[in-house]
């Protein structure tokens, strides 16, 4: 397929909203994870949290759509002009012709969870207030992004897990490379709530500090929330900028949560972007690892990587700044690698203090400029659904 082209971009999470703030963040070396203290939840974890998401209530004609999720959308949609770039691209193409494809997990699910709370009695109902299909139902988000951007074309959500939001991407391309749609918005978002939170720690993944991923002493995951988007287009707006030039798509389904220990599913999944972009392994200059934290995701990612690669491939994992976003987690990283390439620096992996000493990537220990054509960045999610994106100047 032809190389899609990025006209805009906006992110939002713990460390900032914004590409500049989170540029920014990245060159200070600023952590957004902090104790976990979060909607009356407390327990021995750190986690990044967009702060103020309660005072901005989604505008008055999507109040039916509120929620915290819908919240975090809006707030990204408001960011770097994002909704401004939407409407010129609608004047090029019509609003029939842009797809709007989301990635998430939990979705609006804290409204869920508070409609249960109120519940006096097992017996009673959850209040009329409650609506599962405009807040907990995946495709809210969706909805939400369409209607607030006035688009018409196709629409659906990807739920994958943690590749939720690269997956996106291959969706995207694949309507476009048909004819369904001249462009795409795509993103990922999701929010904390209990679920996530209560879960991770119910299957103990979450660490009891700030993550480290890669680091020979990580003992988990720290949760975040993110929300993301991206315009593809066939043509680019202005020139110069970066475009989406293949992406790779594997399930292994070895296990419900546990990656493939030899990283088969990843590398089937990272060969098949680098087809897909017409790249060999040397061409990628920078990895922008899934790298969670936990023992045997990080440790799969490297072999994996050594694997298709080589040793001594330079790489990081920036779960450090923004926690582990889940659904929006392919998002956030692509945003860190678009900025990788225009401003053409690697971001330190934060809070490696000793790698792991069996691990052959060359894992970036500050962050510092560096010389970038071609940058991949990979998700993979629970049942091995797995999703690789490489990205070119």
Known sequence: MEPLHITAITLVSGIGRGMTATADALRA??????PCAFDGL???????????????????????????????????????????????AIGRYGAGRIATVIGTTSSGIQEAEHAYARRQSEAERLTPSFSFENSQSHF??????????????PAYTVST???SSNKVFADARQLIAVGACDAAVVGGVDSLCWMSLCGFNS????????????????????????????????????????????????????????????????????????????????DIDYINLHGTGTPANDRAEDVAVAKLFGPGKLCSSTKGWTGHTLGA?????????????????????????????????????????????????????????????????
């Open 29 to 34: 070396e600023k952590s957004a994870l902090v």
């Open 42 to 88: 407390t327990m021995d974890s750190y986690i990044g949290v967009v702060p103020d998401l309660e005072q901005a209530p989604v505008r008055q004609a999507l109040q039916h759509l509120d929620c915290r999720n819908n919240r975090l959308a809006q707030t990204a949609l408001q960011t770097d002009s994002f909704d401004a770039r939407v409407k010129d």
């Open 140 to 153: 809210s988000v969706t909805a939400f992004v369409r209607e607030y951007l006035g688009l018409r074309g």
């Open 161 to 163: 897990a943690c590749s």
């Open 203 to 282: 299957l103990q993944l979450l660490s009891h500090g700030p993550c480290r991923p890669n680091d020979a002493n990580r003992d988990g995951l720290s949760i975040g929330e993110a929300a993301g988007f991206t315009l593809l287009e066939r043509e680019p707006a202005a020139s110069g900028g970066v475009r989406l030039l293949g992406c790779g798509e594997s399930c292994d389904a070895h296990h419900m949560s546990a990656p493939h220990p030899e990283g088969l599913g990843a590398i089937a999944a990272m060969s098949r972007a680098l087809g897909g972009a017409g790249l060999k392994p040397a």
């Open 329 to 393: 987690a392919g998002m956030t990283e692509v945003a860190i690698s678009v900025l990788c390439l225009t401003e053409q620096f690697v971001p330190a992996n934060l809070n490696l203090t000793q790698p792991d000493p069996v691990f052959q990537m060359q894992l970036v220990t500050q962050t510092r400029p560096a010389k970038l054509d071609a940058v991949l960045t990979n998700s993979f999610g629970f049942g091995g659904s797995n999703c690789a994106i490489v990205l070119g100047r």
